[in-house]
């Protein structure tokens, strides 16, 4: 049971997903890093002299004031607001529904307005408190490449990646709906965990793989990182990989967050069928990227998430090769009982199950690692993600934008 918010059912009709591209918007200033403001503001021609101040205003407004216009910017002059307004946009996307699971877990649909190639596209974001802290679970793609057996999302075709400024407006809009900037008062219809900040840590764990939009989400953590703006530290900020190999020394080197591997299996070849990518990158590589990763020490440990599959996965036998496997790395190990979909090909190990398995992991000296489900009366759990975003061809593309002129 769940209560759900439907904050704009008749837009959503008005527009639906496969609707004909509007015409291309103001480009947003949300997303875009220091230099990119900067270029933005020389454009509207701010003099060289002038651009260094007025970034650091526009960052302000936008990251530690959660601006979503260009009014209210009382230290910028009125005639430069007027500008700004003119040729980019910071508002925020549009909230299709918000949804409160019982246990307090948000999820919200949000849709982002067409850009060049495509219609609008929706994608889900969401909020899990815990007492001690408030998890953001952050979307990277609309739909997905990988065609993990087991992920909902998986069944959703990738229909494009997600811009930097649209990784960026899923904090925004979280931050907004949670009462989280100065001044603002928090929402009281679920609690809240009981720490100075609402999201004190951020998962790309949402739809889509991270590694295959890198230089987008390394934009965007830079921006969430930036002492200057959201501040959210990088030990805070996880990204969840099917493990893309190439890209996992760069994931380090120049975004330097937390990782996670979706790993869910310990032989090739059944990690072949449950996650298609190992077999482009098997294991020992997988697992030799790992043990290169920048940073790691037993402060700063990998998470290797493992979903309890019944009879496919979960024997005792799995759960100590999984350690010998690890060996050597600063390792967490996260069990995550498998959550099911409409269709979904596999049922959830029994709860003896997985204890018993994480006891052999927990000999093993890790700690706590079953991963309650969270938000699953509003399909918010983990691979339970999934938009009615499709993939419109081209040649439909233009028909509809000539069928509207
Ligand atoms: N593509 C990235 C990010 C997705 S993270 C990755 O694969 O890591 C989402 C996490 O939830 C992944 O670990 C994924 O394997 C796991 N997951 C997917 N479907 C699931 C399901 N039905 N039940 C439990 N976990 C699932």
Known sequence: MSISLDIARDNRNAA???????????????????????????????PERQRRMRCAQLWNWLYRAGATGFDGMSDIGKSLRAELAARFDIARPELVTEQVSLDGTRKWL??????????PVEVETVYIPEH?????????????????????????KLVRNLTAGEIVAQILVARDRLGEWPGASRPTDAPLPDAERAITNVVLMGMGEPLYNFDNVKAA??????????????????????????MIPRAGAEIGVMLAISLHAVRDDLRNELVPLNRKYPLDELLEACRNYPGLS???????????????????ADAKELVRLLRGIPAKINLIPFNPWPGSPYDCSDWDTIERFAEVVNRA?????????????????????????????????????????
């Open 132 to 156: 001690d802290r408030g998890t953001l679970c952050v979307s990277s793609q609309v739909g997905c490449t990988l065609n993990c057996r087991f992920c909902h999302t998986g069944t959703q």
């Open 298 to 316: 037993n402060a700063r440990r990998i998470t290797f998430e493992y979903v309890m599959l019944d009879g496919v996965n979960d024997s005792l």
């Open 110 to 119: 949000l849709r982002f307005a067409s850009r060049e190639g495509s219609g």
């Open 16 to 46: 639906p997903v496969m609707a004909a591209p509007a015409a291309p918007a103001r480009p947003s200033l949300i997303g875009l890093g220091r230099d990119g403001l900067a270029a933005a503001l020389s454009e509207i021609g701010v």
């Open 365 to 405: 000296g890790y700690a706590s690692p079953v991963r309650t489900p969270r938000g699953r009366d509003i399909m918010a759990a983990c691979g339970q993600l999934k938009s009615e975003s499709e993939r419109v061809p081209a040649r439909q593309r233009r028909a509809a934008t000539e069928a509207v002129r």
């Open 221 to 246: 953590m830079l921006i969430a990182s930036d002492g200057e703006g959201l501040s959210l530290s990088k030990r805070r900020i996880t990204l969840s990989t099917a493990g893309v190999v190439p």
